[in-house]
Structure formats: C-alpha cells, structure tokens
C-alpha cells in the first residue's frame, strides 16, 4: 500500500515500514530520493500471551503424552474384558452382573487387535565405555547401569603394584611425602603453577579479587583445623556396601552395575573390576581371554536386562 499525504510517503510491508519523506510536493517530472529510512522490529515471542499455546498442554509433552496414550490403552483393554466376561456368562445362562475378570496376559482374545503400547516388546540396548542404557522402546527415559563387572581374584586394583595409589607419590628417602607442589613429581608442578598463574589473570581480568596469600591461608586452616569424623548413622552420604556371606566360598563368581563399584576393597574374596569397553572400542588390554572379554560383555547386558526390565525368565527376551 504506498499512501501520499503531508508530502510523505510510506511502504508497509510484513513486519517491515519504510517511510520516505519529501521535502517538496510530489511533482510528477521531477526525479526524487529518499532521504530517511525506518523500520519496524519484529517483537519477540511473548510466553503471558493468551492466544499461544506452546507447552501449555500435558499432550505437547512427550513423556506424558506417552503415559496416557498407556492409560488408555489399559482402560480399553479393561472394558473390553469386562464386556467379554459379561456376554459369556449370558450365554451360558447365568444371570448378568458386574463381573471383574482378569484375563490372561500371555493369550490374546481372538480377533482383538493388541492394544499395548508401540514397541512395548522391544529392547533397545545402548553400551558404552562407562555406562549402559537400556530399556523398552515404550519407555520415556532408559535405564542406567555401570558397565563394569566384578570377578573373583587374588587381590583388587587397590593391592596391585605394590599397594601405590595412581598417581604414584613421590617420597623423600626417609619414607616421608614432599611438598604437596612436588608430590607427584616435576611435570605434575610445572602445570600446577602453569593453571595458577593463568587463573589468577582470568580473575582479574573479571575484576575478582585475588589475594596475595591465598594459598598459605588455605594450608594454615587446613593444619590447625582437624577433620570431623562423621558416624555411620548421621552421614547423608553413606555408602550401601555390597553384602557378602561369612563363608568366602558361598560368594558369587562376579557381580555386575552398581553392585560391583560397591564391593569393599579389603572384601572376603577379593574382586577384580574388569571394564569390556574402553573409549568405544573392546578393552583387549586387559583381558587376556578374548572369549572372557566377550562373555563379560554379554554377562553384564544379561544381568541388567534381568534386574532393571524384571524379564528374570530367558525365554521371556532370549
């Protein structure tokens, strides 16, 4: 739409107004150019406006638009067995009432079309190097378990090489650790430093105030500041041991997820933990076996699909 009035003239487009103005009444032989540009912004998204509807609807959500298309399905499938069990009984010559069936799951009526959920018998396996996800396809969120599996062995992580934690310490001839600086040697050091000089720039280039001496603060409280020893029975952060049984021999051959990572280190057998994979590939290093490697691969997904998906029968996925 171009309008002419008071010697403007003006261009309106989607989202868009250009104005012109001219400083003369528009004379038809006379050439012009426009001298002064406008334009309007479109105005963001406004979540308060009542005309929208994004994410305002539990339908819009996938998590709980799949929880009740589960619902419905199991409300149909119930009123389709009540209405069976009700003309059954009429046929047989009992009297009509409300009867309550329950019908098994594992034999379909004939001619019923399935009403459970799409992909409610598939399983979706995803391993990785740390952790394993799995679960049915059907399922909003997938289950985690650790990809790590524990085996019976003369001694644990902890008591190999000589009991020296990793990284190893380095100690004075005595037998007593050096300077905290210096503990895991000159390399280690060098970065140190190298990460402190270049926070202390990064600080005071965002105006942070650093103090000169930060960290002789930090060691005098920590020596003269002894720790707290917290009970087992108050402590929020309290560690569920894996139980074993008195008798070394009546333990399990191996134990997989979670339960593994909470074996205790000096445990009545000793256990290994062995991790198949390995920043995605099959961890060869430290199996000597390839057929251990690949029957710990297959234990710990045998495991989890047992004790997170409750299929404790083989015949049920096998």
């Known amino acids: 739409m171009i309008n002419q009035k008071n010697y403007y ?53 996938l998590a709980l638009r799949l929880q009740n298309e589960e619902n419905r399905n199991r409300m149909t499938k119930a009123a389709r067995d009540r209405d069976r069990a009700l003309a059954h009984s009429g046929q047989n010559g009992l009297p009509v009432t409300d009867v309550d069936v329950e019908m098994e799951d594992d034999v ?18 995803h391993p990785g190097s740390q952790n394993l996800r799995l679960g049915l ?5 997938p289950k985690t378990v650790p990809m790590v599996i524990a085996r019976k062995w003369q ?26 600086e210096k503990l895991f040697g000159e390399e280690f050091a060098s970065h140190y430093f190298a990460l402190s000089s ?9 105006k942070r105030r650093v103090l000169p001496n930060q960290r002789e603060l930090c060691v005098n409280y920590n020596k003269r500041t002894p720790p707290d020893t917290i009970s087992e029975h108050n402590d929020p952060l309290r560690i569920d041991w ?12 191996f134990f997989t997820g979670q339960a593994a990572l909470r074996i205790p280190e000096k445990s009545r057998p000793r256990y ?37 998906l409750g299929l404790t029968r083989k015949k049920d996925w096998g």
Request: proline share 11%; net charge negative.
């Open 9 to 61: 003239t003006s261009v309106t487009l989607r989202n868009l107004l250009i104005v012109f103005r001219i400083p003369n009444p528009p004379d038809p032989h006379q050439r012009w150019e426009p001298n002064v540009i406008d334009w309007d912004h479109a105005h963001p998204f406004s979540e308060r406006d009542p005309s929208q509807d994004f994410l305002k609807r539990d339908d819009q959500i």
């Open 108 to 125: 379909p009526a004939e001619g019923e079309a399935s009403s459970e959920a799409a992909g409610s018998k598939v399983i979706v396996i």
């Open 137 to 141: 396809a059907s399922d909003a969120l």
């Open 155 to 180: 001694e644990s992580e902890s008591e190999e090489d000589g009991s020296e934690p990793r990284p190893k310490r380095l100690k004075l001839d005595d037998g007593t650790p050096v300077e905290p």
């Open 198 to 206: 270049e926070l202390k720039v990064h600080m005071r280039n965002n």
């Open 242 to 253: 894996t139980e074993l049984p008195p008798n070394p021999k009546d333990a399990p051959a």
């Open 272 to 308: 290994k933990l062995f991790w198949p994979l390995r920043y995605g590939w099959l961890n060869e290093r430290d199996y000597a076996s390839r057929n251990l490697l690949y029957q710990d691969y297959l234990l710990i997904i045998e495991e989890a699909i047992k004790n997170q």
